[in-house]
């Protein structure tokens, strides 16, 4: 089974800030990850993904995500965040032999001006 | 390339009534997905499919049905609507087996009256 975890349903943030958006995952094998985002009345949009590797991964928009396998999460990251970062946020999880992925419930970012 | 199209954008059905979402791809992807979004959610796996001819059922497939003539197209039926098969669905498809991502299509906006 698999499943992932997003803790936060909101998260808000002044434009030029950091932001970050949690992510946790539970797999029995190893993971595939990714983040998409989601702006009003469209569908999701692929934003990066871990497969294996260097840890940090870097995508698209200025986002970046670092795995950590110790503590089975996948953050999302962004060093200065701008106002058109404003959208729904998921986490997806795969493990490596399965053909479905998994979804967070998703988190709310605002960035105000 | 158009992607993922979905049609209708949006529709209103009555409670008994039946309907078949439309799904295409023209990226010549084997996997596609059928998957509803809630509010507070995320997104809901209903059906998916490996290739032409093959179909399976994800976590929520009572009240669907599927089918996959051909590798473009994947609809997914409604028999009996009722008020709980009002959501967004999503179409989705990958490329094949291996770390790929999923693109997904606009969506459809269903209610259920």
């Known amino acids: 089974a698999q499943s992932v975890a997003q803790p936060e349903d909101q998260v808000n943030v002044a434009e030029g800030n950091p932001l970050t958006v949690k992510c946790t995952y539970s797999v029995s094998g190893n993971p595939y990850l990714f983040w998409y985002v989601q702006y009003p009345n469209r569908g999701l949009q692929f934003l990066l993904k871990y497969i294996t590797g260097d840890n940090l991964v870097k995508g698209s928009y200025g986002f970046e995500a670092e795995f950590n396998k110790s503590q089975t999460s996948f953050h999302l990251k962004k060093p200065s965040a701008l106002v058109s970062d404003s959208a729904l946020y998921f986490c997806?999880?795969?493990?490596?032999?399965?053909?479905?992925?998994?979804f967070g419930a998703g988190t709310t970012v605002t960035v105000r001006a | 390339n158009a992607g993922v199209t979905q049609t209708p954008k949006f529709r209103i059905l009555k409670i008994g009534q039946s309907m078949t979402l439309q799904c295409a791809q023209d990226m010549n992807h084997n996997y596609m997905y059928w998957y509803r979004q809630d509010p507070g959610m995320g997104l809901k796996l209903i059906y998916y499919s490996v290739g032409a001819g093959i179909t399976d059922k994800g976590e929520v497939p009572n009240g669907y049905n599927v089918s996959r003539s051909t590798t473009e197209d994947f609809p997914l039926r409604l028999e009996l609507a009722a008020p709980s098969q009002t959501s967004v669905y999503f179409c989705a498809s990958r490329l094949t087996s291996g770390a790929y991502e999923q693109y997904f299509g606009p969506g459809t906006r269903l209610t259920v009256t």
């Open positions: 997806a999880v795969r493990e490596v032999r399965d053909y479905k992925l998994s």
